[in-house]
């Protein structure tokens, strides 16, 4: 059975927040050669009867999609975690569970995040689109860019907006998913759900007891039924750590969190990697912006986390983006991933030059980080300033900003 990266996703409500803030952090651990890119998608209309083509399978397309922002492993389709235009945000854990996932291609955990995002309006909308899409077409395929095994997962989910987010877990089609409006939640690679269950698929329970996992005369536990042993490991890393900082915790807090290399937050392993993270700040106070923050290269102790906000006419950044290879990506041929391209992006490439530094000259590489948390700092000062202005966000004056930031860290490493 194939391990799940070990990835870590977090949640904070006010009142451990500062300000009546939402604030969201995620880390994405992949396998260690690969590169993610951050891209984002303007709102669109399409006509009635077309198709989206996803990583593996084409779907029916809606007639309205949201504008969405998403950091993804360049090769496919979907994404890794992401925010709309809504203030919705989506992060996607591969987990195992005592059903086996399907190698049969159909829906990646990752195209459901983005689909999520596409169509749903609030944390719970996105939640329907995701279920009744399982329920559809199913969820299975290959997660990792690999021509030689194929590593299938099932999928948990992360699903946050302004005011409510929902844990939800999947074990084929069928699913079950908490709610949670208040406290600190972690989800990671492992099944967190328990008892508290506040929506689910209407046959899940007696899919369990079919498969002689559960019995009705028992508590229904879906940590129990459904993993794969009785040891649990600690799937809250860093929760703790949060929850000692109640009334305090802000995006620095939780970039904190996200760099936590002793505590294993931040993966760097023979077979892993964290190779990118994003965090995303939902003020529950409606006349503020939400702010989402992404790295675009790997290792988040060594990465600078840059603010993206939604507008209209958002400048498009190719230098954060991964060569488009069209039809000849070997992702879209069969048998797949017969050859690895280069995908590495502008950013990845100037990136790798400073992580080398880092790790081969002690005092160059901290005088290279202290600059760019400088960099980091002033960027998240600027942002915080705008969040609790009085006055209306002026876009134009962000339609820009995440461009700007990606070409200075570019300029800086040069």
């Known amino acids: 059975m194939a391990l799940p990266p070990p990835s870590y996703s977090f949640v904070a409500f006010p009142p451990h927040t500062k300000d009546g803030l939402v604030i969201v952090g995620k880390n994405s651990a992949r396998p260690r050669d ?13 006509d009635p009867g077309c198709k989206v ?9 809606v007639t309205r999609t949201n504008a969405i922002a ?15 235009e809504h203030g919705v945000f989506i992060a996607n854990e591969a987990i195992v569970t005592k059903e086996p996932a399907l190698e049969t291609e159909a829906l990646l955990g990752m195209d459901l995040v983005r ?9 719970k909308e996105a939640l329907d689109v995701i279920v009744s899409l399982l329920e559809e077409h199913g969820q299975g395929g290959n997660y990792y860019e690999d021509g030689n095994l194929c590593h299938a997962f099932q999928s948990a989910y992360l ?16 699913w079950a998913a908490e709610k949670i409006t208040e406290g600190v939640k972690c989800i990671c690679n492992q099944i967190s759900l328990t008892t508290k269950i506040d929506a689910e698929h209407p046959e899940l329970r007696n899919y369990a007891e ?4 559960w019995t009705t005369d028992t508590e229904f536990n879906f940590a129990q039924v459904f993993s794969p042993s009785d040891k649990h490991a600690n799937c809250c890393l860093g929760k703790e750590s949060l ?17 936590d290399t002793s505590g294993g937050i931040c993966v760097d392993s023979e077979s892993f990697l964290t190779t990118a993270s994003m965090v995303s700040v939902l003020p529950q106070n409606l006349s503020s912006p939400c702010i989402h923050y992404f790295t675009g290269t790997p290792d988040p102790s060594r990465s600078i986390f840059k603010p993206f906000i939604f507008v209209d006419n958002v400048k498009f950044v190719p230098k954060i983006q991964s060569p488009s290879l069209g039809c000849s990506d070997p992702t879209k041929k069969v048998p797949r991933f017969q050859e690895k391209p280069d995908r590495r992006h502008e950013l990845y490439k100037a990136h790798e030059w400073a992580r080398s530094v880092m790790e081969n000259d ?53």
């Open 34 to 46: 690969e590169v993610q890119e951050v891209v984002y998608f303007a709102a669109a209309t399409h």
């Open 53 to 61: 083509e996803c990583t593996y399978m084409e779907i029916d397309q």
């Open 70 to 84: 998403l950091s993804r492993p360049s090769w496919l389709w979907g994404a890794e975690m992401g925010a709309n």
């Open 115 to 123: 689909l999520g995002l596409e169509r749903g309006a609030t944390a």
């Open 159 to 174: 699903i946050v907006d302004r005011n409510e987010s929902w844990v939800l877990e999947t074990i084929g089609k069928y």
């Open 210 to 213: 079919s498969q002689g996992w």
């Open 243 to 259: 929850e000692k900082q109640e009334g305090s915790i802000t995006v620095q807090t939780m970039i904190d969190v996200l760099r």
């Open 362 to 414: 002690e005092d160059k590489g901290e005088e290279l980080r202290t600059t760019m948390l400088n960099l980091e700092r002033q960027g998240l000062e600027a942002m915080e300033s705008l969040i609790n202005s009085s006055e209306s966000l002026d876009a134009s004056e962000v339609e820009d900003l995440f461009y700007d930031c990606v070409d200075t860290e570019i300029k800086f490493f040069k």
